[in-house]
């Protein structure tokens, strides 16, 4: 089992920034990609970003690449989401997701374990 727990979620005006973690505990010695999914009112979760294990290859939705950068810190079973140049069509409530192996994917069914989310406002 893995626990995951975001935090850094809050209010923010257009085109401010925040920065979403992740922590991760349980059984985190064996190899994961992370990722980052969003769910706003009504509508589908859909795929944010993701990262492989080793943090060389990531992966981003067209809508927030340029202005969203995912990283990860292994030694402390971490993963962030820097969210620059906000916009309130990012308003959602961010969750990160683990699965087991090495290779990051869009796909969140693909997931094994998932955070309980953090909550991103983005007023006009």
């Known amino acids: 089992q893995v626990q995951l727990v975001e935090s850094g979620g809050g209010l923010v005006q257009t085109g401010g920034s925040l920065r979403l973690s992740c922590a991760a505990s349980?059984?985190?010695?064996?190899?994961?990609?992370m990722g980052w999914f969003r769910q706003a009112p009504g509508k589908e979760r859909e795929f944010v970003a993701a990262?492989?294990?080793?943090?060389?290859?990531?992966y981003y939705r067209d809508s927030v690449k340029g202005r969203f950068t995912i990283s990860r810190t292994n030694t402390k079973n971490t993963v962030y989401l820097q969210m620059n140049s906000l916009k309130p069509e990012d308003t959602a409530v961010y969750y990160c997701?683990?699965?087991?192996?090495?290779?990051?994917?869009?796909?969140?069914?693909?997931?094994?374990?998932w955070g309980q989310g953090t909550q991103v406002t983005v007023s006009s």
């Open positions: 990262i492989n294990w080793s943090g060389g290859s990531t």
């Open positions: 349980g059984r985190t010695s064996s190899p994961y990609a």
């Open positions: 997701a683990s699965r087991r192996g090495t290779d990051a994917n869009p796909y969140g069914g693909l997931y094994d374990y």
